[in-house]
């Protein structure tokens, strides 16, 4: 079936350091979102890609969507506490309405 | 804001039992889904509505049922419930497929236990 599968799956990171996740699906994606988790929440919608290619940033966030269109990775500067949780993408199969979800980076931030 | 709220946070439930987790968005979503949140596993859909009394099976839907009887409301039924039922369970609701560009709106969630 089709599947999206995000490495890794937990990073410690110093604060300050960079951190990146990355999204692959097995199929062709029409857009894919990202969403991030806080420890004892709930997913929180970031962002949408839908073009090859397509870069966006948010402040220190950087989203790529590849040119392929299956798949995808999240960059941040210089980490903060802030950003502390599980990082989500969930790409939606070309031609479906659905959205599979990846199973989850899971940051942790090192004060 | 739109919000998505979920009946309960916590809920302990014994084997067999019939268990009802309701989900409310006050936002005139078309779309509510219900998935389940596994450690390792990730967000697994279970059952999702396009439009009331509409109803579709996602990945995951064997020993579950669910009704959109309003559009506001989404229900997930475990008919029997089972200690491998026990999890986080995640409502969410989005605009149309041509207006996704807004994503989800989750709920806080219910942690299901069943003893």
């Known amino acids: 079936g089709q599947q999206v599968m995000q490495i890794p799956q937990y990073q410690h990171v110093q604060e300050g350091e960079d951190f990146t996740t990355y999204c692959n699906s097995s199929t062709t994606l029409s857009n894919i979102q990202w969403y991030k988790q806080r420890p004892g929440g709930h997913p929180v919608f970031l962002i949408q890609l839908v073009k090859s290619g397509e870069v966006k940033k948010q402040k220190r966030l950087t989203f790529q969507f590849g040119e392929a269109k299956k798949n995808s990775s999240l960059h941040i500067t210089a980490t903060q506490t802030t950003d502390v949780g599980t990082y989500f993408c969930?790409?939606?199969?070309?031609?479906?309405?659905?959205?599979?979800f990846g199973t989850g980076t899971r940051l942790k931030v090192l004060a | 804001d739109v919000k998505v709220t979920q009946s309960s946070r916590y809920l302990v439930k014994r084997t067999g039992e019939k268990v009802f987790l309701e989900c409310v968005q006050d936002m005139d979503h078309e779309n509510m889904f219900w998935y389940r949140q596994d450690p390792g596993l990730g967000l697994r859909l279970i059952y999702f509505s396009y439009d009331v009394k509409m109803k579709e099976k996602g990945d995951i839907p064997e020993g579950y049922s669910v009704s959109r009887e309003k559009k506001e409301r989404f229900s997930l039924i475990l008919e029997s419930a089972s200690t491998n039922q026990t999890s986080m369970y995640l409502c969410?609701?989005?605009?149309?497929?041509?207006?996704?560009?807004?994503?989800?709106?989750f709920g806080s969630g219910t942690r299901l236990t069943v003893v």
């Open positions: 969930a790409g939606q199969p070309s031609g479906t309405y659905k959205y599979i």
């Open positions: 969410a609701s989005s605009l149309t497929p041509a207006r996704a560009q807004y994503g989800y709106t």
